[in-house]
């Protein structure tokens, strides 16, 4: 609008219903973000108890120079089921943000860095990079799968930053 122009009420209506539905949309998308981040914690979590997950994982676990040395200590089971009692005590812990903020964003920076490590098995685990073309593009598999956890960190960075603040305000 150039100044001295004149907003007719349809204008008026129309942004004032874009900002609604902008912010509808932005509480809806926060929501999402953080229960979909717990959903994912809780649900990869359980399924570390099965023997199909935990063999699964082994790739991952046995190449990484951060975590290969934790199958000298527990058995590839052992491990699996104390990495998904970790993932589910931080879904758990992420979703306490209405009730505990400060607990919601510890359970956010655990998260981040469960993530940030899950990130470095590209880098560790054979096949990460596609055979011929080498870094920077990812393999399908298991290259492309990890990418996700790139978004998972960064909505973990989020729900801790949110619920930080949220603390502050209680």
């Known amino acids: ?30 929501y999402l973000l953080r229960y979909g981040l717990v959903v994912v914690l809780l649900w990869v979590g359980a399924l570390k108890f099965t023997a199909y997950e935990a063999e699964a994982i082994v790739k991952f676990v046995d190449n990484s120079p951060l975590l290969g040395w934790l199958y000298e200590i527990f058995s590839v089971r052992t491990f ?4 998904g ?12 943000r209405p009730i505990a903020p400060k607990v919601s964003a510890i359970g956010s920076l655990g998260a981040l860095l469960l993530f940030l490590v899950t990130l470095t098995f590209v880098f560790s685990t054979p096949g990460g ?42």
């Open 1 to 30: 609008m150039r100044r001295g122009e004149r907003l007719d009420v349809g204008e008026i209506t129309s942004v004032r219903a874009g900002e609604t539905w902008g912010r509808r949309l932005e509480g809806a998308g926060a």
């Open 80 to 83: 699996s089921r104390l990495l």
């Open 85 to 96: 009692g970790f993932e589910i005590i931080l879904g758990l812990m992420i979703a306490t």
């Open 129 to 170: 990079w596609q055979p011929g073309y080498g870094i920077p593009f990812l393999s399908p598999d298991p290259g492309q799968f990890l990418a996700k956890d790139v978004g998972y960190a960064a909505i973990a960075v989020w729900t801790a930053g949110e619920a930080l603040r949220a603390d502050r305000r209680t």
